[in-house]
């Protein structure tokens, strides 16, 4: 069974550009997440998703951050201007279901360097 | 205010022995606690489970246990060995209308010593 997969794995821009990760879930795979993930922290949520509709994006910055899973299997995060703090690891995750206690299935992640 | 802790960056153990590595939480609600392992480069890889109505979870060399009155999980792996140098993340599943939602701890970085 394929991974979930992630593209691009690296990327450098410069501050006030933008940028757009690519994420496509375990087949099968109903709910899809984004989380961010800087450099010594833990990974933080910043949408999920229910087939192709929102369940929590509370913690997404919507000034400057956008996702969508339009046929709800793969999905798009935007970050349209980029700032320096937005320096950190892009990880998406999918799991077969959203129902609390539901293994959640990680990508590799997308690198961000923000200059 | 985090809500998941783990207050070890960093922990070296021998090969062969017993690596421990420990989680305390603050939300009493929690009801579902992950572990997760990371290598550098990749995502992180889903190790163990417990649910909040267990206060034990074994997988081969990897034990979860759960003190709910003390806010408290940790990881056990015995015996120890090289290939488990990595970061632990211990998770917990946040309560509520988004269920799916795991708060992550800061990780521990474990290295195993030949």
């Known amino acids: 069974e394929a991974g979930v997969a992630q593209s691009p794995r690296y990327k450098i821009i410069e501050k006030r550009q933008s940028v757009a990760f690519w994420c496509n879930p375990i087949s099968g795979h109903a709910t899809l997440y984004w989380y961010q993930q800087i450099l010594g922290q833990g990974p933080k949520l910043l949408i999920q998703f229910q087939n192709n509709g929102v369940v929590d994006d509370s913690q997404l910055p919507k000034d400057r951050f956008s996702a969508e899973r339009l046929k709800g299997v793969d999905s798009t995060l935007k970050i349209q201007p980029a700032k320096l703090e937005d320096s950190a690891v892009y990880l998406c995750?999918?799991?077969?279901?959203?129902?609390?206690?539901?293994?959640?299935?990680f990508g590799p992640g997308t690198r961000l360097l923000v200059l | 205010d985090q809500q998941v802790k783990q207050n070890s960056p960093s922990l070296s153990v021998q090969e062969g022995r017993i690596s421990i590595l420990n989680c305390d939480y603050t939300?009493?609600?929690?009801?579902?606690f992950l572990w997760y392992k990371k290598y550098p480069a990749e995502g992180p890889t889903f190790l163990i489970s417990i649910s909040s109505i267990k206060d034990k979870n074994e997988d081969g060399r990897f034990t979860v246990f759960l003190n709910k009155s003390a806010k408290h999980l940790s990881l056990h792996i015995v015996p120890s060995q090289p290939g488990d140098s990595a970061v632990y993340f211990c998770?917990?599943?946040?309560?509520?209308?988004?269920?799916?939602?795991?708060?992550f701890g800061k990780g521990t970085k474990l290295s195993v010593k030949p």
């Open positions: 995750a999918s799991s077969l279901v959203v129902l609390g206690g539901e293994t959640q299935y």
């Open positions: 939300n009493s609600m929690f009801d579902y």
């Open positions: 998770a917990a599943s946040e309560p509520g209308g988004s269920q799916g939602n795991l708060i």
